[in-house]
């Protein structure tokens, strides 16, 4: 199969080139910023955006958050399946 994203550099605008399963933390940071969030379940979830601002949001299921993002906390997160979609 030919990949059409093989000579493409990335864009904020994506696609994602990956997602990855999140587990919330109040310590820990994401691996890589992810440029979205897809919350399977929806609840509340608090976030650090990549500006550094800690904001909390209550997403409905199956919802796509379009925002860059550092970290999902624990504390104040009560939605699940939460993956973070990365460039690398």
Known sequence: MTNPFKSRAPQLSGPAQDILPVTPSDVAD??????????????????????GETRSLNLADFSILPVGVSRVHATGTDAVGIHAMVLA
């Not at 994401?30 to 500006?51: D, H, Q």
């Open 30 to 51: 994401l691996p890589s910023v992810a440029i979205a969030l897809y919350v399977e379940t929806g609840g509340a979830v608090t976030i650090t955006t990549v500006k």
